[in-house]
């Protein structure tokens, strides 16, 4: 059974700056690409930043700039660093490992990833 754990989450100010951690366990992590979703209240899940086996990263277009995905596969986790950050970046960050192994460009469709984390409030607020 995967599980995903995230951490790092909190309240900072318009302009401030969070690292997001997620520790996995349960299968071959270095396999699977991993992405990170969040959830606004009354909006829908929305993809933020995905990170393929090999490295590669893709982002959505709001954060693109000022959000880095990494990876550190000798501790089997997952970071966001996220950097000039602004009050509607606020919402529910989730950790999420994708469905099939070894892809060549991961998903970003919340239906491609198997395995989620419980998330981690994120609120940018003066």
């Known amino acids: 059974q995967v599980q995903l754990v995230e951490s790092g989450g909190g309240l900072v100010q318009p302009g401030g700056s969070l690292r997001l951690s997620c520790a996995a366990s349960g299968r071959t992590f270095r396999n699977y690409a991993m992405g990170w979703f969040r959830q606004a209240p009354g909006k829908e899940r929305e993809f933020v930043a995905t990170?393929?086996?090999?490295?590669?990263?893709y982002y959505a277009d709001s954060v693109k700039g000022r959000f880095t995905i990494s990876r550190d596969n000798a501790k089997n986790t997952v970071y966001l660093q996220m950097n000039s950050l602004k009050p509607e970046d606020t919402a529910v960050y989730y950790c999420?490992?994708?469905?099939?192994?070894?892809?060549?460009?991961?998903?970003?469709?919340?239906?491609?990833?198997?395995?989620w984390g419980q998330g981690t409030q994120v609120t940018v607020s003066s």
């Open positions: 999420a490992a994708e469905s099939r192994p070894f892809t060549v460009v991961p998903g970003t469709g919340y239906d491609e990833y198997d395995y």
């Open positions: 990170i393929s086996w090999t490295g590669n990263t």
